[in-house]
């Protein structure tokens, strides 16, 4: 379902941030980008916050080893518990994909403090398929990838994890976005990867299908845009480099989504602590307008673009230090502040 409003370039977050506390993340989370508030994740605070283990927690011979820093599967006790998400799959028993306070520690936070009376959508995100399969592997290190079961296994867990997440979110807004992170999505492309293009949709699919609010999908890299316009996601965030290539080559596929009602999110903040401490608000503006100028010399609508577009950072905030993630929240918001006021946008 789309979003009941216009986003116009609203700042939106990816999630995950490099606090140890909920309550600071969330606190920082809400005032530079509270009113589409998503809930912070926190990879520093423990091994299980890390996206890969706390995507998965729960599956079928997972083991998770927090001192040595790796998870896996244990193929044997794959094959026994299995039919336990089988069942719980078939019958939408979201709940056994639950996630507890010490998993989701943000997550947990915004449910018992809400969301603030400015929300207008609160956003959650779950690693991809894709993205899982290619970096769990067995006891023998061989990635599930290769495995077809348990590759269908990972799908249908991501599934009901998205369907429980989003469950637990509505208790704090009506409206949701639920996003799918696929950062490795680029792999596809490459000559090993043993899946094509129609499997791989498939595969992400079976997760969108879980989510009942705006369907919204991140990638990075080098990937064919146009492709995921095709599916059903809603909402397909990406870097503003992704955009610009598309739309000097391939502008009427980006014209032809935003005319279905899709939406962007233009991922213009750096995420890098060296590129935060050259970046400033007026830098990154100007950036964003050189990529407006590309679209309309391609055709393209600049004032539908940017009433369907929202403003994120170019990847996950959570391997940076604190103050460079604080300084990424502050551009994010000036930027969007300084795009809104150049163009009325309300």
Not at 26 to 43: E, F, I, T
Not at 241 to 248: F, G, P, V
Not at 263 to 291: H, K, N, R, W, Y
């Amino acid at each position: 379902m789309p979003l009941p409003f216009q986003p116009a370039c609203l700042p939106l977050l990816l999630g995950a941030l490099p606090h140890r506390s909920a309550a600071q993340a969330l606190d920082v989370s809400r005032r530079h980008a509270g009113v589409l508030l998503a809930w912070p994740q926190l990879p520093q605070r423990s091994f299980r916050e890390q996206c890969l283990v706390q995507s998965m927690i729960g599956f079928p011979g997972l083991v998770v080893d927090a001192a040595a820093h790796r998870v896996y599967v244990d193929r044997n006790e794959a094959e026994r518990q299995i039919d336990t998400l089988m069942l719980a799959y078939l019958e939408h028993t979201v709940s056994y994909a639950a996630l507890g306070a010490d998993d989701a520690a943000g997550l947990a936070e915004m449910v018992r403090v809400g969301g603030g009376r400015d929300l207008r959508a609160v956003k959650g995100q779950i690693l991809g398929p894709i993205s899982v399969a290619l970096q769990l592997t067995d006891e023998h290190e061989q990635p599930l990838i290769y495995d077809d079961m348990l590759f269908d296994a990972i799908a249908q867990m991501l599934r009901l994890r998205v369907a429980w997440q989003e469950l637990r979110l509505s208790e704090i807004a009506p409206t949701t976005i639920m996003c799918i992170d696929e950062p490795l999505l680029e792999a596809t492309t490459l000559p090993f990867f043993p899946h094509d293009w129609d499997r791989v949709v498939g595969q992400i699919e079976e997760v969108l299908a879980g989510i009942n609010g705006c369907r919204a999908l991140y990638t990075c890299g080098t990937v064919d845009l146009r492709r995921l316009m095709q599916t059903s996601v809603e909402l397909l965030i990406a870097d503003s480099a992704a955009y610009w290539r598309l739309s000097e080559s391939e502008g009427e596929e980006l014209i032809a989504f935003l005319d279905r009602g899709g939406m962007v999110g233009v991922g213009i903040v750096p995420a890098t602590a060296e590129q935060l401490a050259q970046a400033s608000v007026e830098s990154l503006f100007d950036e964003f307008i050189a990529f407006l100028r590309v679209l309309e010399s391609q055709g393209g609508a600049r004032d539908r673009f940017l009433q369907q577009a929202l403003i994120t950072p170019e990847q996950s905030l959570g391997v940076l230090d604190i103050a460079s993630a604080e300084r990424a929240l502050q551009l994010l918001a000036g930027v969007s502040r300084r795009i809104r006021e150049e163009f009325a946008l309300t």
